[in-house]
């Protein structure tokens, strides 16, 4: 029977942070730049506003300067658009984030198409999607950075080792599959019109979940001794009429399987956010020439 090992995303994040905070401070002694990140709210969607308080209290921690614009929901597209063209423009801001999802009078792809592609810390903008696709320097969206930085740490090189990425998208699985296909792994993106997807997945010798179905991937899916990667945040109901946090994986039944897997909540999770404080690090390094 395999031993299975958790990834301790929060520990690695919590390590990450405070090494940025290091190059931070070590940024503003020796070049008087503080690195800036501001960060767009439109509504009052309750977990966006969650996200948005972490990221500035964590961008503060870090020593960054963080500027927050909370804009009311009834917020006309034109003046979202007016404010990022002031936010490109503005030299104390180097990072730029527009927290979706947006109100849906908006469109989100007009909007994101509008920051400045190297203010973009979220890596959302085809400028950066398309540098990322053809190896050159991008910034590349924050959740895969973060599950590439843990397999990385865990496994050392990636390189011929079969990877599989459950989900398409373009917040997670594209740059997930980019970002392996970089380390020289072989990847395959599967998603919701895959035929045999646990066929497919007992192939991986990394498996990437980023779904949004509780539960979906089954411990019979993974291939003895992987490494799984669940990036799924999933509410499901308890019976006390409360609710708790699944990932993509039946974490359960991976246990005695896999030979390391993230926790949900405490393994990718984590690991968003110190991402975002890092490219907000790195975008303000080159506007530096640095
Ligand atoms: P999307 O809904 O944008 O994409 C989901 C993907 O999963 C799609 O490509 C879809 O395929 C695929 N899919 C859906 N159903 C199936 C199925 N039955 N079999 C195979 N593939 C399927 O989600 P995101 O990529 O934005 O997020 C995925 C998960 O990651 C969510 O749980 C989200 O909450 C979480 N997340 C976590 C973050 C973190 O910080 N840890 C950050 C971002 C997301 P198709 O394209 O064919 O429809």
Same mark, same amino acid.
């Given at each position: ?67 927050? *614009? ?11 658009? %007016? ?21 849906? *009078? ?21 400028? #950066? ?24 740490? *865990? ?19 594209? &740059? ?13 993106? %599967? ?12 192939? %991986? ?64 999770? &984590? ?16 506007? #530096?020439?640095?």
């Amino acid at each position: 029977m395999i031993e299975t090992k958790p990834i301790d995303g929060k520990a690695f994040a919590a390590n990450l942070r405070a090494r940025i905070a290091e190059q931070v401070a070590d940024l503003v002694r020796t070049r008087g730049v503080t690195p800036g990140l501001a960060v767009v709210l439109v509504g009052e969607d309750p977990a966006s506003q969650v996200y948005v308080r972490n990221k500035a209290a964590q961008t503060l921690e870090a020593g960054m300067a963080s500027f927050e *614009h909370k804009l009311p929901a009834d917020t006309a597209e034109a003046d979202l658009l %007016a404010l990022v063209a002031r936010l490109n423009a503005d030299p104390a801001v180097n990072g730029i984030l527009v927290q979706l999802p947006l109100p849906g *009078h908006i469109d989100s792809t007009k909007v994101l198409a509008a920051i400045e592609p190297a203010k973009d810390v979220d890596g959302f903008h085809v400028v #950066n999607a398309g540098r990322l696709a053809v190896g050159l320097d991008a910034l590349v969206p924050c959740t895969p950075l973060g599950c590439v930085m843990l397999l990385k740490h *865990h496994l050392g090189n990636l390189s011929g080792l079969k990877a599989v990425v459950v989900g398409r998208s373009n917040i997670v699985g594209k &740059p997930a599959a980019q970002l392996l296909l970089k380390e020289d792994c072989t990847v395959t993106i %599967a998603h919701s019109r895959t035929r045999d997807l646990p066929g497919e997945c007992r192939q %991986a010798d990394i498996l990437v979940a980023a779904v949004g179905r509780p539960e979906m991937v089954r411990g019979d899916w993974i291939k003895p001794g992987a490494t799984v990667i669940d990036v799924g945040i999933n509410r499901v109901p308890k019976e006390d009429g409360k609710t708790r946090l699944v990932g993509d994986v039946a974490y359960g039944e991976a246990q005695g399987i896999a030979g390391l897997i993230t926790p949900v909540p405490g393994g990718v999770g &984590p690991m968003t956010i110190a991402c975002l404080l890092q490219n907000t690090l790195t975008a303000t390094r080159r506007q #530096n020439g640095l």
